[in-house]
């Protein structure tokens, strides 16, 4: 039976991110709040939870899960090198709704997916989810909805799809941006986008004027 908490409410808040570390930590899923969309997550180091959402959402590995953290210290021990190019935009955009795709650490022994090596990694703008990543370490983080359907906005759009397949459900209100985040591969020497969502192309670019965008994303 899943459990709903109001995290307006200081009491159910702290609750709720009670609740939400410990079904982390023993394998659970949560759904948490973020700047740009809700989000199912898990434990982003236990493969069978890493499963258990793939399956919640109807999708296979073929689509990795990306892993969002609470600092941005956390990103030196998960990848294998950061440019300096990574540290500009981490500098110029983290918090907030840009997601790095950069080569993990080969030491990393997690399961995200059909990822080759890579990982998409973003810290999100959002005080609860700061807080719970805070608690549990990174965590593998995918829109909290079935895959073909839209993006969960509100925590009653991801009860809607994803039921009782979650935990918990910690509710931080309509998210502020409403759209996914833009993704940056970061794993070439020329930083490429692959998809264009929460920052623009124009504050990309302020950032990495050389940064590559295929005509497909334009």
């Known amino acids: 039976m899943s459990r709903r908490y109001d995290c307006a409410d200081p009491g159910p808040r702290a609750a709720g991110l009670e609740a939400a570390t410990r079904a982390v930590r023993h394998g659970g899923l949560v759904v948490l709040p973020t700047d740009t969309l809700y989000g199912i997550g898990a434990d982003a180091f236990d493969q069978v939870a890493v499963r258990a959402l793939l399956e919640a959402k109807g999708r296979g ?8 953290v609470g600092s941005w210290r956390t990103l030196d021990g998960l990848v294998e090198r950061v440019t300096s190019q990574v540290r500009d935009l981490v500098r110029a955009f983290w918090p907030g709704g840009l997601t790095l795709i950069v080569r993990h650490a080969p030491s990393l022994t997690w399961d995200l997916g059909d990822a080759r090596g890579t990982v998409a990694v973003r810290m999100p703008l959002h005080p609860v989810a700061i807080e719970l990543l805070g608690r549990t370490g990174p965590m593998a983080v995918s829109s909290a909805n079935i895959s073909g359907r839209p993006p969960a906005t509100t925590a009653d759009d991801a009860v809607a799809q994803l039921g009782d397949s979650v935990e918990v459900y910690l509710d931080g209100g309509p998210c502020a941006v409403g759209v996914a985040s833009t993704i940056v591969d970061c794993t070439d020497d020329v930083p490429r986008v692959l998809r264009v969502g929460a920052v ?4 990309l670019r302020e950032v990495l004027p050389s940064l590559r965008v295929p005509a497909a994303v334009n």
């Open 61 to 68: 590995p073929e689509m990795p899960v990306p892993v969002l």
């Open 200 to 203: 623009d192309l124009a504050a």
